[in-house]
């Protein structure tokens, strides 16, 4: 098949076109800059747990470790008083911090992030970074996408599914005459980035009302710790769009650090934080590297896909007010549409699968934006009488709220749960939950043992395919060469190695909620399918079916030599002929996605056909001890309305690398995917000129 067009080189279409390499599946990245990355200190983004494990596995761990810190706590101090310290897990699993402390984030500067996914992108064979490529058209039939280009590298390019990662302005949306209809201007915020020592070294901090000129009820500084001694700092700016100068932005600046020079008293009950410099505190001595205006937006697109085009990051939805980012949930979209690309380029699924990364993502956004729309008059309004008729306990109340946006906890923060994903297995397969995780939630990551012996973490082993994973207290008293015969492994890797997608088997001590032999089924982007009671092939195998979409078949992989497969592609190319030509390299010989090529997907797959490790991954995990078991910050366009041609327009002006017009174009290009039947956005507060 042809390889996937990704339209942006942002940290999204990057992540996206790695994740992808590392399923197998080409890709092309038309990225319109000259691949250099601005250095900008003062653009940061916060990457939550779940996130942060996505990028390691993409091969970004060191930078991480090197251009990123991980907090060790968060501080919320209110006037001259600290009134909330929430201190964070260490980083190591067993240094007991307990089941119930709180993961710390990571914060680093964008550009040291997309850098270091280009870097990872680099060594891929499967993956092409084309630099100054601006999308210029697109077209669409059953069997691919016709993407044409302007600039250095302006040709037309041939694809099996085209992902738009293009920022705020996206041409993809534009092009696909997707609705962008939301809020302008939400929030505004005056950013610097600065070296600087404060007495809290390595802690966050949002200071809510400071004591300083200006600092009143509704006022708000943040302060968050970055590697090598710099800070972020940012300072919420009331409504309008008074210009922020450069004195303006350095008074802020002295009279934050002069108000923090004196730490307050760890109890809350007494003592001056300090006062400004201009009424006699001293300012500690500060090095200012950048600064900046950042303006949130809360925008949603309509729908995220139209055929076999799709919208992933900014493309797809704004948000960032209160504390919420925009970036994890841009990575969240990378990782949920990957896996299901790589089944459909591989496989041939059904088209359920495809469509249930619109339902999915766009529910879980939609309720973020809900939530933060809905708190944001509550929180900013500054009258505590309001908050009573809300919630209890007024201050309460708005302090937990406001800190569950930028700790990643609550509606405003939490990672999201897909109860009612279409990926859902049937409720007679499933019985009753038997873990405190509910379906479609993300998995606790737990130790597990892996196949060679090695006890990871059980994200390390997400991406790659299903993990069925058995929960057996005391593995860890056992050599792993008896394993293999004992307890429920035989029976187990059966079992698994039947199932209709790649499986990998992994056995834990203990889970959340679970009792001994319990079987979980987790999804490759760490959601929970089903926790089953012992080994239940049926119901494994009805599980698996229900997440590859109910249809498709179990095709061999690439590398095969199966028609409709691409065997032994070095990477993506570019097409020789116009798009729509039959005989075009590259162009697909296989169904079109969604089309069934063989068995159900309720047949057991043939042996060795795309399965991770097969059985012999699970004969080598082995068995149980018998009877146990900034963000994409910039300014949104305001508009809703295509400024490009649509895919059922006229054909666009360019022409083939060979300077013949395109041929063999259906007019209207393939039946386009509506949008969502329930639309999860009925708040009055989310709108465009077009609405």
């Keep these: 098949m042809d390889p996937v067009i990704v339209v942006g080189a942002g940290p999204v279409g990057l992540a996206l076109s790695l994740a992808l390499a590392r399923l197998g599946v080409p890709s092309i990245v038309l990225d319109e800059t000259t691949g250099q990355e601005d250095t900008r200190p ?21 930078a991480l470790e090197s251009t990123g810190i991980r907090w060790t706590a968060w501080r919320i101090m209110r006037r001259r008083r ?63 996408v016709s993407a044409h280009t302007r600039g250095p590298n302006g040709t037309w390019w041939r694809g099996s599914y085209l992902i738009g990662c293009d920022g705020p302005r996206s041409t993809v949306r534009k092009l696909l005459d997707i609705r962008f209809p ?45 590697a090598d001694g710099v800070w972020r700092l940012d300072w919420l700016l009331p409504p309008g769009r008074e210009l922020v100068t450069p004195d303006a932005l350095v008074a802020r600046i002295r009279d934050s650090l002069a108000g923090w020079a004196v730490e307050p008293p760890a109890d809350g009950t007494s003592g001056e934080v300090g006062v400004p410099s201009g009424h006699g505190r001293l300012v500690p001595a500060y090095e200012l590297l950048d600064t900046g205006v950042h303006t949130v937006h809360h925008r949603l697109a309509r729908c995220w896909r139209q055929g076999r085009a799709f919208l992933a990051g900014d493309a797809a939805h704004l948000l960032g007010a209160l504390g919420t980012q925009g970036l994890d949930e841009g990575l969240r979209d990378a990782e949920n549409l990957a896996w299901k690309l790589s089944l459909a380029w591989h496989d041939g699924v059904s088209e359920r ?4 990364y619109q339902d999915e993502r766009r529910t879980a956004v939609a309720a973020r934006l809900r939530a933060a729309d809905q708190a944001l008059p509550l929180l900013r309004d500054g009258r505590s009488a309001r908050w009573r008729t809300v919630l209890p306990g007024a201050a309460r109340g708005r302090s937990t709220l406001l800190t569950d946006g930028h700790l990643g906890r609550g509606p405003l923060g939490a990672p999201p749960v897909y109860a009612r994903t279409p990926l859902a297995p049937p409720a007679e ?29 059980l994200r390390d082993r997400l991406g790659q395919g299903l993990l069925v994973v058995l929960v057996a207290p005391g593995t860890t008293v056992w050599d792993r060469r008896h394993w293999q015969s004992a307890g429920l492994m035989p029976q187990l890797t059966s079992a698994v190695a039947a199932l209709p997608m790649p499986a990998e088997i992994l056995v834990t001590e203990s889970y959340p909620g679970a009792a001994a032999h319990t079987v979980l089924l987790v999804r490759p982007d760490g959601h929970l399918v089903a926790a089953l009671a012992g080994v239940r092939p049926a119901e494994m195998a009805a599980c698996a079916a229900a997440v590859r979409g109910g249809g498709g078949s179990a095709a061999p992989r690439p590398g095969s030599g199966a ?35 063989g068995a159900s997907s309720g047949s057991p797959a043939s042996p060795g056909q795309g399965r991770a490790g097969g059985g012999g991954v699970g004969g080598a995990v082995g068995g149980t001890v018998e009877g146990e078991a900034a963000a994409g910050s910039g300014t949104a366009d305001g508009g809703t309305a295509a400024e490009g041609t649509s895919p059922s327009g006229t054909s666009p002006s360019g022409t083939s690398p060979q300077g013949r017009s395109p041929q063999g174009r259906s007019p209207q290009g393939t039946s386009l995917h509506g949008p969502s039947v329930v639309d999860p956005v009925g708040s009055s507060m989310l709108h465009s000129e077009r609405d």
């Design 42 to 62: 003062a653009r940061t983004v916060v990457l939550r747990p779940d996130t942060a494990a996505f990028v390691d596995r993409l091969g970004c761990a060191d």
């Design 82 to 144: 600290l009134a909330e310290r929430v201190a964070f897990a260490p980083r190591t699993p067993d240094d007991g911090a307990g089941p119930a402390a709180l993961a710390s984030p990571v914060h680093l500067p964008q550009h040291a992030l997309a850098r270091a996914l280009r870097a990872a992108l680099a060594r891929e064979k499967l993956a092409e970074v084309v630099t100054g490529s601006r999308l210029a058209d697109l077209e669409q039939d059953e069997r691919g």
């Design 182 to 226: 939301g809020r302008t201007a939400v929030e505004r915020h005056a950013v610097a980035a600065l070296r600087c020592e404060l007495p809290w070294p390595g802690e966050a901090l949002l200071h809510r009302s400071p004591p300083r000129p200006g600092g009143g009820p509704g006022s708000e500084v943040s302060a968050r710790p970055l």
């Design 353 to 356: 699968l495809l469509d249930s």
């Design 429 to 457: 397969h499933t019985g009753v939950p038997l873990v405190e995780t509910p379906p479609g939630a993300p998995v606790s990551d737990v130790p597990v043992t892996a196949s060679d012996g090695s006890v990871v973490r």
């Design 563 to 597: 028609p409709g497969t691409s065997s032994g592609t070095d990477g993506p190319l570019r097409s020789s002929l116009p798009p729509g030509s039959a005989t075009s390299p590259g162009a697909s010989s296989g169904t079109s996605s969604g089309a069934s090529t």
